[in-house]
Structures are given as structure tokens and as C-alpha cells.
């Protein structure tokens, strides 16, 4: 493989890693701070993407892009409200919703389980016809993923320093303690998932515009991929503030897509892309436990061969 095409295959696993990363920035609200697995995530992704579509095909693109958060923050409410108001437990009520945003997602697309894009005018569109006076056109994903993970990366920033980011922040580290005191859990969690299903559903409504089509299962599989990439995010940074964690998490979602790259340059079958998420969520989880075991496997070792020496 010759450099230049290593390079626009690099160049492309960068473009999608930062327009995912808004969904690894999505679950690091909700599920590193708030301490909720919101298995939604696949389903509300979908949404963004189908909501944004329609929208766009009207004849909105920029509309499209806020009434897809708004439609993510609609499925946040009703998961939190499964959660605190239903007593329904929280993988249960992501599983739930999840489920059915399938219907409410074909629904959305008018029963159809594709939308074609490709006479659409869409943000990366306009973007490019602005950046193409520069000679920079081809830029103009990269562009629009670094504008919108540096705006999410600055309202997470301050957001989690406000009141009530501390108080989402204090739900997920101690909601016994939170009852006790005035913050209302119920309406904290609810904020929080609103807030981070949003960032979901900008998340599939920007892969969406920039592929030009829209799939039902566009968001297979993409609860695996963000978890994944928050992992290695968090192996990156393990202490530090939130801006620097959610660093973290962008370079850990550009790193998952890179070794994706890798793993189709190694003529590696479609179907086993699944099997390399689950590996790769695997080795994210378990890294940090095997290197604390290290030394422990390393003087037992050491022990062996003293006792075999004698």
C-alpha cells in the first residue's frame, strides 16, 4: 500500500472519528459522569440521522442539525423517564427505547428504510462550496467535526463546572448522599440524559448528512464503538479535568477508527468488524486490571526462578 493512500485512509478514519466522537463524548455525560449505561444509544443515534434527513430534504439543512438534537433530547426524557418515574431499571429502559425508536425511526422516514441524500444540499455542502475559494474543499468534513466536537467540548467544560452540572456530577458519584441533600436525583438525571442523547443525535445527523443517505441501521452497533473508544480515551487520561477528559475521548475515537483502517487493509472480512469492537472494548476494560497485576505476576515469576536456581 503506497503512502498516499495510507494517508487518505487515515485522513478519512480522522474525518469519521471526530463526527463519532460527539457520541463517545455523549456517553462520557452519561455514563462516566452521571454513572448511567444508556443502551439507547444505537436507537437515538438512527434518530438524529433520520430526523436530520427529512429536514434537510425540505430544504433546512442548518434547521436540521438543532431539530435533531431536539428529537435526541426527546428520547433522553422518555429513557430517564422510564428510569425515575417508571422504576423501570436502566439498561432495561435504554433496551426498551431503543427498541422502539426502530418504529418510530421508519415512522420518521416514512416507512421507508433508506433515504437517498444525494440531490440534497447539506451543511458539508455549503461548507465545501466556502472552503473551495481557498482551495480547501476537500476539507470539509474535517472541518465541520472540529467545529462541532470544540463547540460540545467547551459547553461540557463549563457546563460541568456550573451548579448543576456539579450537581449531575454528584448524582453519579453518590445518590444516596444526593437524596439527603436538596439536589433532586430525578431531575438531575433526567438533564443529564436529555443533554447527552442530544449529542447522540447530532452525532448521526452529521454521518448522515455527510454520507448523503440515511439506512435504518445506519446506528448498529455504534453503543459498542463509543464504548470502546471512551475506554480509550479514559486509559489515555485517567486524572484531570473534564476538558482534558473529553480530549481524551475525541483521540480515543479517532485511535478506534484507526485501528478499524487497519483492520480492513488486512483484507479482514465484513462480518468480523464486529468481533475487532468487542476485542478492542475487552483489552479497554481489562488493561487497566492486568497492568495492576503486573508486578504481583512479576515477583511470583521471580520467585519460580529462585526456587528452580536452589
Do not use: W
Not at 73 to 90: E, H, I, P, W
Amino acid at each position: 500500500m503506497s503512502l498516499t493512500a495510507l494517508f487518505n485512509m487515515s485522513f478519512t478514519a480522522v474525518e469519521l472519528g471526530l463526527i463519532c466522537s460527539l457520541t463517545v463524548l455523549s456517553l462520557f455525560l452519561s455514563y462516566s459522569m452521571l454513572n448511567v449505561c444508556d443502551l439507547s444509544t444505537d436507537g437515538c443515534f438512527t434518530l438524529g440521522a433520520a430526523v436530520g434527513a427529512i429536514v434537510a430534504l425540505s430544504g433546512h439543512p442548518y434547521l436540521a442539525l438543532p431539530m435533531a438534537m431536539l428529537a435526541g433530547s426527546v428520547s433522553g426524557f422518555v429513557t430517564a423517564f422510564l428510569q425515575t418515574r417508571m422504576g423501570v431499571n436502566s439498561l432495561l429502559a435504554g433496551i426498551v427505547v431503543n427498541t422502539g425508536l426502530y418504529s418510530v425511526n421508519i415512522a420518521i422516514m416514512g416507512g421507508s428504510s433508506l433515504l437517498n441524500m444525494n440531490k440534497t444540499e447539506t451543511v458539508f455542502v455549503k461548507m465545501k462550496n466556502f472552503l473551495s475559494t481557498y482551495g480547501l474543499a476537500k476539507y470539509n468534513v474535517m472541518f465541520i467535526g472540529l467545529i462541532a466536537v470544540v463547540i460540545v467540548l467547551i459547553f461540557l467544560s463549563l457546563f460541568l463546572k456550573t451548579k448543576l452540572g456539579l450537581a449531575i456530577r454528584a448524582t453519579g458519584n453518590n445518590p444516596s448522599m444526593v437524596k439527603t441533600s436538596s439536589i433532586n436525583p430525578v431531575f438531575t438525571t433526567t438533564v443529564g440524559l436529555c443533554i447527552s442523547n442530544s449529542f447522540t443525535a447530532l452525532s448521526g445527523c452529521l454521518l448522515a448528512q455527510s454520507q448523503k443517505s440515511v439506512s435504518i441501521d445506519i446506528g448498529n452497533g455504534m453503543v459498542t464503538v463509543a464504548l470502546a473508544s471512551l475506554l480509550i480515551g479514559s486509559t489515555l487520561v485517567r486524572r484531570g479535568s473534564s476538558a482534558k477528559k473529553g480530549v481524551a475521548c475525541v483521540i480515543g475515537a479517532i485511535i478506534f477508527r484507526i485501528t478499524y483502517m487497519l483492520a480492513l487493509r488486512l483484507k479482514m472480512p465484513a462480518y468480523m468488524l464486529k468481533l475487532v469492537s468487542s476485542v478492542i472494548v475487552v483489552l479497554a476494560i481489562s488493561l487497566p486490571y492486568i497492568k495492576s497485576k503486573y508486578p504481583e505476576f512479576k515477583r511470583r515469576m521471580n520467585h519460580n526462578k529462585e526456587i528452580k536456581n536452589a
